[in-house]
């Protein structure tokens, strides 16, 4: 007498068209968001030196120097997302910390993430595959800390294709007729590659809806925009791509698979799940939309070994759409038992690939290492006594340092310099510059012969070294300065070192017993 009414509120629950009994899952949000920001809590410190960039470029907008590298200087575009720049740019005027507003701002479109992994899926198996693999995924704790626009994008993404899996269930479903081609402006503001992820949604929606006025109207007026917006970049940047496309493009190629082995391993069972649901009619077609989607996201860094692609940040673009045609495979189960069994082997392979990613101890000891290294770096040139007239630098770890020093900033690798991007020989510019200070990435501390095309004996010629940062056992970042103001440098240098050697833990091994010490205060 008990077991069937059980199976049938169960099968209620899977039914298409019945929503979801929202009031069942609370305890699931509940815990589902717990986890979420414990796990942003305990990654709390972790801000990547690429987000720096995009907060340089805040900054001198927010101050009326136009979002340029250097205030004055030739406008150039060393970032690639636009929205994420200009939404932190007001920030500045009230005081608060940039890397704070990224944080708080990711996490709560993280949570927004969340919601939907609880309530679109039809059955509470489902929502507990979506959400726990989504919220016990260490990865999703980073890319959320981390300062980029992962987790917005992540989420414009996704709500996209919730829009667009409603209507291939039920064509009359309610969508409004601006909402999808705006998701695609937006996504393709937060990343130049954005369009791809949100081009089938929409490809669905003008399909489903063709026969309505309104769409049409909505996709030409907001295409209208983004196409202002394209004309409005290149005509102040003078090229129709950001200036890291021209340096990056053809830079590291591989396609010999590896990325797409590391993605298939890490998400296998969700991948998985995915692949089942297009074998089922109920959810074919929404799955099949999912994996479209996915594809678009991923083939990009499928052929080629992206800069930056730390714990498997672009394939976390797709990986909520992931998490969410799991679900609804398991939506499709009837066997509660067998269902419920499947969740917790995908939650629990997610959770632990994330722990087991190869960069995995590095990432969470990022924060502190960089506060070690680039952040004093930064804070001592902006503390030196150096005229005002002096205070130029070269660099190729173009983040922390220029943006926490305000020093005009030469970035030899060429991201932030549109002359070197566009091929010209970045030891001809670093000299042509003549920068007050040289900043030298290298794997020990010895000056090493080359880095990024630039002959590094030749650029740094009679500047003195001033000191050497230690960012990890292979990583420093070794100071150089012109020799009338070395020894000022020299002065603020040695003070930010030893502050920063106070303020975080003492060893440089990425280890996870070094993570949890920290975490719990012993070191």
Same mark, same amino acid.
């Given at each position: 007498?008990? @077991?069937? +009414?059980?199976?049938?509120?169960?099968?209620?629950?899977?039914?298409?068209?019945?929503?979801?009994?929202?009031?069942?899952?609370?305890?699931?949000?509940?815990?589902?968001?717990?986890? /979420?920001?414990?796990?942003?809590?305990?990654?709390?410190?972790?801000?990547?030196?690429?987000?720096?960039?995009?907060?340089?470029?805040?900054?001198?907008?927010?101050?009326?120097? !136009?979002? #340029?590298?250097?205030?004055?200087? *030739?406008?150039?575009?060393?970032?690639?997302?636009?929205?994420?720049?200009?939404?932190?740019?007001?920030?500045?005027?009230?005081?608060?910390?940039?890397?704070?507003?990224?944080?708080?701002?990711? %996490?709560?479109?993280?949570?927004?993430?969340?919601?939907?992994?609880?309530?679109?899926?039809?059955?509470?198996? !489902?929502?507990?595959?979506?959400?726990?693999?989504?919220?016990?995924?260490?990865?999703?704790?980073?890319?959320?800390?981390?300062?980029?626009?992962?987790?917005?994008?992540?989420?414009?993404?996704?709500?996209?294709? $919730?829009?667009?899996?409603?209507?291939?269930?039920?064509?009359?479903?309610?969508?409004?007729?601006?909402?999808?081609?705006?998701?695609?402006?937006?996504? !393709?503001?937060?990343?130049?590659?954005?369009?791809?992820?949100? #081009?089938?949604?929409?490809?669905?929606?003008?399909?489903?809806?063709?026969?309505?006025?309104?769409?049409?109207?909505?996709?030409?007026?907001?295409?209208? %925009?983004?196409?202002?917006?394209?004309?409005?970049?290149?005509?102040?940047?003078?090229?129709? /791509?950001?200036?890291?496309?021209?340096?990056? $493009?053809?830079?590291?190629?591989?396609?010999? !698979?590896?990325?797409?082995?590391?993605?298939?391993? #890490?998400?296998?069972?969700?991948?998985?799940?995915?692949?089942?649901?297009?074998?089922?009619?109920?959810?074919?077609?929404?799955?099949?939309?999912?994996?479209?989607?996915?594809?678009?996201?991923?083939?990009?860094?499928?052929?080629?070994? +992206? %800069?930056?692609?730390?714990?498997?940040?672009?394939?976390?673009?797709?990986?909520? $759409?992931?998490?969410?045609?799991?679900?609804?495979?398991?939506? @499709?189960?009837? /066997?509660?038992?067998?269902?419920?069994?499947?969740?917790? $082997?995908?939650?629990?392979?997610?959770?632990?690939?994330?722990?087991?990613?190869?960069? %995995?101890?590095?990432?969470?000891?990022?924060?502190?290492?960089?506060?070690?290294?680039?952040?004093?770096?930064?804070?001592?040139?902006?503390?030196? *006594?150096?005229?005002?007239?002096?205070?130029?630098?070269?660099?190729?770890?173009?983040?922390?340092? +220029?943006?926490?020093?305000?020093?005009?900033?030469?970035?030899?690798?060429?991201?932030?310099?549109?002359?070197?991007?566009?091929?010209?020989?970045?030891?001809?510019?670093?000299?042509?510059?003549?920068?007050?200070?040289?900043?030298? #990435?290298?794997?020990?501390?010895?000056?090493?012969?080359?880095?990024?095309?630039?002959?590094?004996?030749?650029?740094?010629?009679?500047?003195?070294?001033?000191?050497?940062?230690?960012?990890?056992?292979?990583?420093?970042? /070794?100071?150089?300065?012109?020799?009338?103001?070395?020894?000022?440098?020299?002065?603020?240098?040695?003070?930010?070192?030893?502050?920063?050697?106070?303020? @975080?833990?003492?060893?440089?091994?990425? @280890?996870?017993?070094?993570?949890?010490?920290?975490?719990?205060?012993?070191?």
């Amino acid at each position: 007498m008990l @077991t069937a +009414p059980r199976r049938a509120t169960e099968t209620e629950s899977r039914d298409p068209d019945r929503p979801p009994r929202l009031a069942g899952r609370a305890v699931l949000l509940v815990a589902a968001l717990a986890a /979420l920001a414990a796990g942003i809590v305990v990654c709390w410190s972790v801000t990547v030196d690429d987000a720096y960039i995009t907060y340089r470029y805040s900054a001198n907008l927010a101050d009326g120097f !136009g979002p #340029t590298w250097n205030p004055g200087g *030739d406008p150039v575009e060393g970032f690639t997302n636009f929205a994420w720049m200009a939404w932190h740019a007001p920030w500045v005027w009230l005081g608060v910390p940039l890397p704070v507003v990224s944080k708080l701002t990711a %996490a709560a479109c993280a949570g927004a993430i969340v919601w939907i992994l609880v309530t679109e899926p039809r059955s509470r198996t !489902g929502a507990l595959v979506a959400a726990g693999s989504f919220a016990l995924f260490l990865p999703t704790w980073i890319h959320v800390d981390s300062g980029l626009e992962t987790a917005p994008f992540a989420l414009v993404v996704l709500r996209a294709v $919730v829009l667009a899996a409603r209507l291939l269930r039920d064509p009359d479903a309610r969508v409004r007729p601006w909402e999808i081609p705006a998701l695609l402006l937006l996504a !393709g503001m937060l990343r130049p590659d954005g369009v791809l992820g949100v #081009t089938p949604p929409l490809l669905v929606w003008l399909w489903v809806r063709r026969r309505d006025r309104a769409t049409w109207l909505w996709t030409a007026v907001i295409g209208a %925009a983004g196409a202002g917006y394209m004309a409005a970049r290149w005509a102040y940047y003078g090229h129709p /791509l950001p200036n890291t496309f021209y340096v990056k $493009v053809g830079v590291e190629a591989a396609t010999d !698979g590896r990325w797409i082995q590391m993605t298939a391993a #890490t998400f296998l069972p969700l991948l998985a799940f995915a692949v089942a649901a297009l074998f089922r009619a109920r959810t074919a077609l929404p799955a099949a939309l999912a994996l479209a989607s996915c594809t678009a996201l991923w083939i990009i860094p499928a052929l080629s070994a +992206p %800069a930056m692609d730390y714990l498997s940040r672009f394939a976390w673009h797709g990986f909520p $759409v992931l998490c969410l045609a799991a679900a609804w495979a398991l939506d @499709t189960v009837e /066997l509660r038992r067998v269902a419920a069994g499947a969740a917790a $082997v995908a939650v629990a392979w997610t959770t632990a690939a994330g722990f087991l990613a190869p960069d %995995a101890r590095t990432l969470v000891h990022y924060g502190d290492d960089l506060r070690r290294a680039h952040v004093a770096v930064g804070l001592a040139l902006a503390e030196a *006594d150096v005229p005002a007239d002096r205070r130029s630098l070269a660099v190729s770890d173009a983040g922390a340092i +220029p943006y926490y020093s305000g020093w005009r900033s030469t970035d030899y690798i060429g991201l932030n310099d549109e002359r070197i991007a566009h091929g010209a020989n970045p030891t001809d510019v670093v000299l042509a510059d003549d920068p007050t200070v040289v900043v030298v #990435t290298s794997a020990s501390p010895e000056l090493p012969p080359g880095s990024w095309r630039t002959d590094i004996p030749r650029v740094v010629g009679d500047r003195e070294l001033v000191g050497v940062a230690q960012m990890r056992p292979a990583y420093f970042q /070794l100071v150089y300065a012109d020799p009338d103001v070395a020894p000022r440098v020299r002065a603020a240098l040695d003070r930010q070192l030893a502050r920063a050697r106070a303020e @975080t833990d003492s060893t440089l091994e990425p @280890t996870w017993s070094r993570w949890t010490d920290r975490l719990l205060g012993r070191s």
